[in-house]
C-alpha cells in the first residue's frame, strides 16, 4: 500500500524545504523537510505524544487542503506526526508503521477539511525527514 511513496522517496531530488514553510499546494511528489532541535520549533498546540529521542528534533509544514477527505501522511525516518487545522490536532483514524522497515517509518491517516493543515514533525532524531502526503479519497 506504500508502493507510490516508496518510490517518491526513492527519489534523491526531492525538493528541500525549511522548517516552517508555508506552501501553496500538497507536495506533488514529497519533501524533504528540516528538522530542528524541539527548542528552537514552536509547536501549537503540543505534540499529542511525548518525545522519545534524547535529542529530539521538530519541523513545521503547512500547504492548504482543496477537498475534505483521507489524507495519508507517511514519513521516511522514526517521529511523531500531527495533523493541524485551525489550532486543533486531527485525530488519526489509522497508521501503520514497522521499525524494521528502512526510508518508510510509518503512515498515519487523518480526515481533514478544506482549509489550511500544518503538518508538525516532532520526536525525531534526524536533521531531515522525507515526508510524503497523498490524498486517499
Sequence with gaps: PLAVEAAWFADHA???????????AIPARGISLELKPAAEVRLEPPPSRGPRAEKPMSGIVSFPVSA???????????????????????????????????????SVRFNLAQG?????????????????IRHLD
Design 116 to 132: 489550511l493543515v500544518a503538518i508538525h514533525i516532532s520526536g525525531a532524531s534526524t536533521p531531515a525527514m522525507r515526508i510524503a
Design 14 to 24: 526531492l525538493p528541500f524545504v525549511p522548517t516552517g514553510a508555508k506552501l501553496d
Design 68 to 106: 475534505r477527505g483521507t489524507y495519508q501522511v507517511t514519513i521516511s525516518a522514526d517521529g511523531w506526526v500531527d495533523a493541524v487545522q485551525e489550532g486543533v490536532i486531527a485525530q488519526a483514524t489509522s497508521h501503520t508503521g514497522n521499525r524494521e522497515c528502512v526510508g518508510l517509518r510509518k
